[in-house]
């Protein structure tokens, strides 16, 4: 019989085939080539372990395990499978084969759920496609549909909404991919930890009691393009200068605001970007995070004002968006003790959490009780082709999940 950390590496290292970038990390982007393959891989593992298999309106993946009463609320498991560029292979994929790893020992078990049990895998959740993190399950919630699926496009000026219907999907249909509330008893999630923290304290998990709030602003600020000789200093409407004054202040504004408040900016676009032009256009990215929404708000407002200052003595008009917005969300406390339990019962070394990343579970948290297992990342590096969890950890996730799944389906 194969065991749960055989299974999970089989399944972790054939995933990892599904990257546009063999041998510098893992590049899957929602609906691309690689999604297809990958999409494909799971639904055969959902179908072999006797899953009914069906993909919403989005793409997200569903492989359900019906219950001895199939009208009762569902519990699901799982996460993302989706990457972003040159990442690793475990981010998000470890949650979902930690969910087939459940499915599979259930089997093996003869074990008999009275609740129904689902196993996702969500599509984009990264946010690198269309720069919204967590848009597949701000979709099944209802926090966003159709007309922002429209709204969102990638790097070429394509739509999610296009990008979806050219992968066999419909967001006119997004409305389909709603869960009713009460049709679900609780989502449950396994990720890597994405930090130093359990390493570096030898634990086998940790329990996350609270996920910090997160915000992404996209500023785009217009000048005047012009001969970079010709062009006096006096006369210049230089985008790029202006980008350079307000994004040297933001770390000072995330470290006034206390509370482990973090500012980034990860992206920037220059226009026309020519060595001998002056930019007419810059669009740049931040991204805010703090467990204190009072601070997360502050930081937000005083980058929107530092914009504004900044933009209008130098004679350049500016545009702020924030196409993301989730505040500080605490996980369910019956689910956290649940999952403390059984790690405490398995003799595994384990801690309460805050989460600094976002994860799918804090958006499904605003329609059910939800918990997150973390499992240590080596050196605490993610996104990263070097990302790395040993397996035999992520399979002591999986024991901490498969006895909370075990309670909650009541098998």
């Not at 930890?193 to 996920?211: C, M, N």
């Not at 933001?250 to 970007?273: F, H, M, Q, W």
């Not at 007419?280 to 530092?306: G, H, M, P, W, Y």
Request: glycine share 8%; aromatic share 4%; charged share 20%.
């Amino acid at each position: 019989m194969e065991t749960s950390t055989s299974r999970i590496q089989r399944h972790l290292e054939q995933l990892a085939e599904y990257t546009a970038t063999p041998g510098q990390g893992t590049t899957r982007m929602s609906y691309s080539e690689q999604d297809k393959q990958a999409r494909a891989y799971l639904k055969q593992e959902m179908a072999a372990l006797g899953l009914q298999v069906r993909e919403d309106a989005i793409g997200n993946i569903y492989g359900r395990l019906e219950g001895l009463q199939a009208d009762l609320p569902v519990v699901i498991v799982g996460s993302h499978f989706d990457s972003v560029p040159h990442g690793g292979a475990f981010d998000g994929p470890a949650g979902i084969v930690t969910g087939l790893d459940v499915v599979a020992r259930i089997s093996e078990q003869n074990l008999t759920p009275k609740y129904p049990l689902e196993v996702i895998a969500l599509v984009e959740e990264e946010g690198t496609s269309f720069g919204r993190g967590l848009m597949a399950s701000s979709v099944i919630t209802g926090l966003i549909g159709t007309k922002e699926l429209y709204q969102l496009k990638d790097r070429q000026g394509v739509s999610a909404a296009q990008r979806m219907a050219e992968a066999g999907f419909n967001a006119d249909h997004a409305s389909q991919a709603v869960l009713d509330p009460k049709k679900v008893k609780a989502f449950l999630e396994l990720h890597i930890e994405q930090g130093p923290v359990l390493e570096q304290a030898s634990e086998d998990v940790g329990i996350v009691e609270t996920i910090v709030g997160i915000s992404q602003l996209e500023i785009k600020l217009t000048g005047k393009a012009g001969h970079a000789g010709t062009t006096p200093m006096n006369m210049r409407a230089d985008a790029l200068v202006c980008a350079s004054q307000i994004i040297s202040h933001i770390p000072e504004l995330a470290k006034a605001a206390g509370d482990n408040t973090v500012a980034t900016v990860g992206r920037l676009s220059v226009l026309p970007n020519g060595a001998n032009v002056i930019p007419s256009e810059v669009t740049f990215s931040v991204d805010i995070r703090s467990k204190n929404d009072v601070a997360l708000r502050k930081v937000i407002e005083q980058i929107i004002e530092l914009t504004e200052q900044v933009s209008n003595s130098l004679a350049i008009s500016s545009d702020i968006v924030q196409p993301l917005y989730v505040q500080p969300t605490e996980l369910n406390s019956d689910i956290h003790q649940l999952m403390q339990q059984h790690a405490s019962d398995q003799n595994l070394r384990f801690r309460s959490m805050v989460s600094g990343a976002g994860h799918d579970t804090m958006i499904f948290a605003g329609i059910t009780q939800t918990g997150l297992i973390f499992v240590p990342s080596r050196n605490g590096l993610s996104h990263h082709p070097d990302e790395w969890t040993d397996y035999a950890q992520i399979a002591r996730g999986a024991d901490v999940m498969f006895a909370t799944v075990k309670s909650l389906i009541e098998c």
